[in-house]
């Protein structure tokens, strides 16, 4: 019962972040209030941060008791798993437009249309797995120490990705249509498969 509320505070969080995010509330925002619609992504991205400060607050402040500890080679490997993963988050960016992404290309050229506008784009880890970002924050955070309040955040935030990629790939069919289609039967959403992959060679199929 001590991190009921941080179950809660999650629930609240994910249930914002995903309406937020929604093509609906985007284009009301858009149509009540046009000259603010620039603004939406970059507000969306500092309220999405700012939001989580009393969940990292509840995750210190009422840890429970501790569920398990990586000791010896067992800390190497998972520290250097979360190591890795913190370092393909970094590179797997570069497959994305970060400016669309921060909010940043909107402000700049006044645009504020609901859906956003970046290229698709297919990086080496979008080779692998349809959300690389998503993927490699799972690694760093099934590789912690595990107290009782960081287990209830795993397994939200593990729910949150899965659940959350599914209507993030509504958008998405809404704006590559039959390509982003042909991509999601060619590669799997966050788990890599060894029979599942796109070769190098097939990607420009795919632009």
Known sequence: MDQLPLALAWFAYAALHSLLASLAVKAAVTRRWPGFAPWYRLSYNVFAGIAALPLAWLLYTVPGDSLWAWRGAWAWLANGLAAAAVACLFIASRGYDMDEFLGLRQLRGGRGEPVDHGSFRISLFHRFVRHPWYSFSLVIVWTRDMNEAML??????????????????????????????????????????????LGGDETDGFR
């Open 152 to 197: 209830v955040s795993a397994i939200a935030i593990t729910a949150y990705f899965v659940i959350g990629s599914r209507y993030e790939e509504r958008k998405l069919i809404a704006l590559y249509g039959e390509t982003y289609r042909r991509y999601r039967q060619r590669v799997p959403a966050l788990l890599p498969l060894p029979w599942k992959y």
